[in-house]
């Protein structure tokens, strides 16, 4: 069955004459090639099946287009919840039929084959994507999730409403083929250890388990602690061993894979706050009209400012509801500005290797 996604599809007057095309030419081509008896039972059953399957595909393309997302995770999650938003405010400024498949729990891959189906034009045409998912286009793309890119939630929350990171944008946009047409995100890391850590006394030489990309090792060494780098999933059993002292995440990553047993004093150095593209496919886009694609922009950007609202609320709310109930304890990290301090070098030398160095400074600059 043809599955008319991203495009419109074609009437159905049209789908109905190909479709007695199609049966006539097979009906010729087969009584050249069969029996007589074969003429008589098989071939008017064959045809008749051929018929059906063609007439069902046609009723069911009105000419309504279809678009089709991808979500990791099931409708309770925030990403999910900020494409169905997506879908509600296209529909609303689209003001015209359309349809909206949106797959979730991991049905079509996972973020990493979101990105390479949208740049290729094939089976997603929107979904969230992390950034360093992008690195094969764009080296620069991981810098939006740098640690201690952003001084504050104030200063995130600017720089996604704001224009700094359009370079990054336009290089996603040339090299990949891929929009990015809103920012979704808001998770805050913090350090989960086994021991109160408030200054950098408390921090220096503190093991800590790293994603394995050189710009964290390199950053958690500048602000004098001692990087590892292990699995995720050996996190857990690592620190309760005594491999590491300490790990990093957000809120809802301490409750899902229950750090805060091996891990209760949380130290909130607000090193990262996540930022998760709402990305859509250039192939699918150039391929809609005019008004839709204004209809997308549009939804684009306000459904990722929707989707940072839930997404830093529940990690707020997730945190506070963790310590109310005593299975962790947060301490303010009071020396925050050094911290800051110390890793803008390794940051400039970073943006410089990836050839960013003015986005880090446009982002910088924001006020």
Not at 310 to 325: F, H, Q, R, T
């Given at each position: 069955?043809?599955?008319w996604?991203?495009v419109?599809?074609?009437p159905?007057?049209?789908?109905?004459?190909i479709?007695?095309?199609l049966i006539?030419?097979?009906y010729?081509?087969?009584?050249?090639?069969?029996?007589?008896?074969?003429?008589?039972?098989l071939?008017?059953?064959f045809?008749?099946l051929?018929?059906?399957l063609l007439?069902?595909a046609?009723?069911?393309?009105?000419?309504t287009i279809t678009?089709r997302?991808?979500s990791?995770?099931?409708?309770k999650?925030?990403?999910?919840?900020?494409l169905?938003?997506?879908?509600e405010?296209v529909?609303e400024?689209y003001g015209k039929p359309i349809?909206f498949e949106?797959?979730e729990?991991?049905?079509l891959?996972l973020?990493?084959?979101?990105?390479?189906y949208?740049s290729?034009g094939?089976?997603?045409?929107?979904?969230?994507?992390s950034?360093s998912?992008?690195s094969?286009?764009s080296?620069?793309?991981p810098?939006?999730?740098m640690?201690?890119?952003f001084?504050?939630s104030d200063?995130?929350?600017?720089?996604?409403d704001g224009d700094?990171?359009?370079p990054i944008v336009?290089e996603?946009?040339?090299?990949?083929?891929?929009?990015?047409?809103?920012?979704?995100g808001?998770?805050?890391?913090?350090?989960?250890?086994?021991?109160?850590?408030?200054?950098m006394?408390e921090?220096?030489?503190?093991?800590?388990?790293?994603m394995?990309?050189?710009?964290q090792?390199?950053?958690f060494q500048a602000?004098?602690?001692a990087?590892?780098?292990?699995?995720y999933?050996?996190i857990y059993?690592?620190i309760?061993?005594g491999?590491?002292?300490?790990?990093?995440?957000?809120?809802?990553?301490?409750?899902?894979?229950?750090?805060?047993?091996?891990?209760?004093?949380?130290?909130?150095?607000?090193h990262?706050i996540?930022v998760?593209?709402?990305c859509?496919?250039g192939k699918?886009?150039r391929r809609?009209?005019e008004d839709?694609?204004a209809?997308?922009?549009?939804a684009?950007k306000?459904a990722g400012?929707?989707g940072r609202?839930?997404?830093s609320?529940?990690?707020?709310s997730v945190?506070?509801?963790?310590?109310?109930?005593?299975?962790?304890?947060?301490?303010?990290?009071v020396e925050?500005?050094?911290?800051l301090?110390?890793?803008e070098?390794v940051?400039?030398?970073y943006?410089?290797e990836?050839?960013a160095?003015?986005?880090l400074a446009?982002?910088?600059?924001v006020r």
């Amino acid at each position: 069955m043809v599955e008319w996604v991203g495009v419109p599809s074609p009437p159905r007057t049209v789908c109905f004459r190909i479709s007695l095309l199609l049966i006539f030419r097979i009906y010729i081509l087969a009584r050249k090639n069969m029996k007589l008896l074969e003429r008589r039972f098989l071939l008017p059953a064959f045809l008749l099946l051929i018929g059906a399957l063609l007439l069902v595909a046609c009723s069911k393309n009105d000419g309504t287009i279809t678009l089709r997302g991808a979500s990791q995770f099931d409708g309770k999650h925030s990403y999910t919840q900020t494409l169905e938003k997506f879908q509600e405010l296209v529909r609303e400024y689209y003001g015209k039929p359309i349809n909206f498949e949106l797959y979730e729990n991991s049905e079509l891959g996972l973020e990493k084959d979101y990105f390479a189906y949208m740049s290729q034009g094939l089976s997603v045409d929107y979904a969230i994507v992390s950034p360093s998912h992008m690195s094969t286009f764009s080296k620069a793309a991981p810098l939006m999730d740098m640690p201690f890119l952003f001084r504050d939630s104030d200063h995130w929350k600017k720089v996604l409403d704001g224009d700094a990171l359009e370079p990054i944008v336009k290089e996603v946009n040339e090299k990949a083929d891929v929009r990015i047409i809103g920012y979704a995100g808001g998770g805050k890391r913090h350090l989960i250890v086994n021991k109160p850590v408030r200054n950098m006394a408390e921090l220096k030489g503190l093991n800590i388990r790293v994603m394995g990309a050189p710009i964290q090792t390199k950053i958690f060494q500048a602000i004098s602690a001692a990087p590892t780098v292990i699995a995720y999933n050996e996190i857990y059993n690592a620190i309760q061993t005594g491999v590491i002292e300490a790990a990093e995440n957000e809120a809802t990553g301490i409750q899902q894979m229950k750090f805060y047993e091996v891990g209760p004093e949380i130290s909130l150095t607000q090193h990262a706050i996540t930022v998760r593209p709402i990305c859509f496919s250039g192939k699918t886009f150039r391929r809609l009209p005019e008004d839709l694609q204004a209809a997308i922009l549009k939804a684009g950007k306000e459904a990722g400012a929707f989707g940072r609202e839930i997404e830093s609320n529940l990690d707020a709310s997730v945190m506070a509801k963790m310590e109310a109930e005593g299975k962790l304890k947060t301490h303010t990290f009071v020396e925050r500005d050094t911290l800051l301090r110390l890793a803008e070098p390794v940051k400039e030398a970073y943006a410089a290797e990836v050839g960013a160095s003015d986005v880090l400074a446009r982002v910088n600059s924001v006020r």
